[in-house]
């Protein structure tokens, strides 16, 4: 099927092999961190103030992604929020941290996860070698999700985008995880939701794709990106994607 022989899968984490319960709405992590800074003194007016503060400064967290595939943390993207109220607080401030500690233990406590996806990962390993690359801002918060999910026992390779500065669809994000796992690109596959860094970031690079189609993220620059990012296969679930991984590797 192809002409270079498949030795490696990557995957995105959140909203690949790891969903959301159907109550989930980022709303209820932002509001755990306002009641925190709340909490500390600090006039940030009504949540809903800060909420919109907060969707403009993420914005342009992925604007930034995009154009020049660099990344931060959440810890620096609330230093930059309390700006817009007038307060200059280290990112490593013991209330930023608080803060972000908040988000996450919300975060947490609204995924779901199938235990089948590990059986069937470790299956896949049995003959190629497995990598995680995830946008995400929190390592500490991803880590422990992996960690009690048990991700983090049948991948050998796990690339953060706020620990290795480079965020997809960067192919620096994705070179770290192929160096990692000492695969050539062209011998490597991503599976991931987004179009706009997942499949057009691992496609630019060489490697193959899967693009698990969802409802489209609202703030995928689409205009920009379908007519580049065209994935090898489109499938509606990961069960699917397992179905082809299972059949080309």
């Known amino acids: 099927m192809f002409g270079d022989r498949v030795s490696a899968v990557t995957f995105d984490v ?14 209820k992590c932002y509001r755990a961190s306002y009641e925190v800074f709340v909490s ?9 103030s ?30 930059y929020v309390l700006k817009s109220f007038g307060y200059d607080f280290n990112p490593n401030s013991s209330i930023i941290l608080d803060a972000t500690k908040a988000f996450y233990k919300v975060f947490a406590s609204e995924i779901k996860f199938s235990t089948e996806i590990l059986g069937k990962i470790s299956k896949l390993r049995e003959k190629v070698k497995i990598g995680i690359v995830s946008d995400f801002v929190y ?11 048990g991700l983090e026992t049948v991948v ?4 953060i985008s706020s620990e290795v500065g480079w965020a997809k669809p960067s192919p ?16 490597a596959i991503h599976v991931g939701d987004r179009l706009d860094s997942d499949i057009y970031g691992a496609k630019k ?12 993220h609202p703030d995928e620059p689409l205009d920009q990106i379908r007519l580049q990012a065209k994935p090898d296969f489109e499938v509606n679930s990961i069960d699917e994607a397992f179905s082809i991984l299972f059949k080309i590797v």
């Open 156 to 159: 050998d390779c796990i690339a």
């Open 139 to 149: 390592p500490p918060s991803l880590r422990e999700i992996l960690r009690k999910t």
């Open 205 to 216: 690079l060489g490697m193959k794709a899967i693009w698990i189609k969802k409802s489209v």
């Open 40 to 48: 500390k003194g600090l006039n940030l007016g009504s949540f809903d």
């Open 50 to 79: 800060f909420y919109k503060v907060c969707l403009l400064e993420w914005s342009k967290v992925l604007e930034k992604r995009f154009l020049s595939g660099r990344d931060t943390r959440r810890e620096n993207f609330y230093s």
């Open 172 to 187: 620096q994000i994705f070179n770290v995880a192929l160096k990692c796992l000492g695969v050539d690109p062209r011998c």
């Open 14 to 27: 959140f909203g690949t092999l790891i969903g959301f319960k159907d109550t989930f709405d980022v709303k």
